[in-house]
């Protein structure tokens, strides 16, 4: 009888040590869930559950902001990379986080790319592909900002002069196409 009341109250105190889990745990949790999820790029919709519908996400580099899970969506597209993004190997990960700070409600990733195949042209770590990724969450665990600072290659970065120069740093670039549709 002492046995089964043990293992009842074991039991029962289960939930208790989850909840007892910090504000600062729990953050640290989701976040290391979200790079899994982001280094794998394998599951796209587990990915985009991560967010709020009203994120917002700037990459910072690029010159690009965003307001809305929807206009992520089209940023970052891998649904509609079938054909355009190829890891080397497909259980290779496709970024590698060195270190992640973490309070109640902010996590700061920082790591690199490994190489990859864009429209069949090889990616590589010639000029680095080192990132930092701020995710800022709310009440929910959902993340309501991002922050990109990812190291792009010199082509990426004279087209983003170029279109700063001639069109602004409000100017959406071509390729990002967000006419309104929803994902």
């Known amino acids: 009888m002492v046995l089964l009341l043990t293992a009842i109250f074991l039991a029962c105190n289960i939930p208790q040590e989850e909840k007892r889990k910090t504000r600062e745990q729990q953050t640290e949790l989701k976040a290391r869930e979200f790079f899994d999820t982001f280094s794998d790029r394998t599951d796209w919709e587990k990915f985009c559950s991560f967010y709020s519908v009203d994120v917002a996400f ?39 986080l060195e270190s992640l700070v973490v309070n109640d409600s902010i996590a700061v990733g920082r790591g690199h790319l490994n190489p990859f195949y864009y429209n069949e042209v090889l990616i590589n770590t010639d000029w680095g592909m080192a990132f930092t990724i701020w995710l800022y969450f709310d009440e929910n665990l959902k993340i309501t900002k991002q922050l990109d600072w990812f190291e792009y290659d010199p082509a ?18 071509d390729w990002l196409d967000l006419s309104r549709k929803e994902n």
Request: charged share 35%.
């Open 58 to 96: 700037d990459d910072i580099i690029l010159q690009i902001h965003l307001d809305s899970l929807w206009k992520f969506k089209r940023f970052y597209k891998w649904d509609d990379e079938v054909n355009t993004f190829k890891k080397l190997s497909p259980d290779q990960k496709h970024l590698v």
């Open 156 to 173: 990426v970065l004279e087209n983003v002069v170029k279109r700063c120069r001639e069109k602004g740093f409000e100017a959406t670039p």
